[in-house]
């Protein structure tokens, strides 16, 4: 039996940016490790292990990681194909509710990737 991973990818704008990167190191380091954590736990166990962080961003094609704790980090991904998974962005959720603004970037995003990948 092959065992194969979830690669986690990150979206890259055309002008070679990779936003999340930018959101990531915004965050204090331990910030960052929760969700560094949390990736390395995607890509070794699939997205199955991670159920009990996840939740769908319902009428969207996204998936919000939810990196608990007292900020409320949330990370917007898309799993387009199995076994990958592409981040979109990254916030500190500040409302119960997931701002339209944040799942706007993320369909932005999304868009523009697919859009690279057809032509």
Known sequence: MIDVK???HYYISPAEKNPF???LNSLSPSQQSKILRVFVHL???GLQQIIPHIRKLI???FWEIRILGKDN???VFVAPFKNFILVLHG???KTRKTP???IGISYSRYNEWINRKIT
């Open 73 to 75: 980090i949330r990370v």
């Open 6 to 8: 979830t690669k986690v």
């Open 100 to 102: 339209s603004k944040e």
């Open 21 to 23: 990167n930018d959101f």
């Open 91 to 93: 916030f500190v959720k």
């Open 43 to 45: 890509e070794t166990y």
């Open 59 to 61: 009428g969207t094609p």
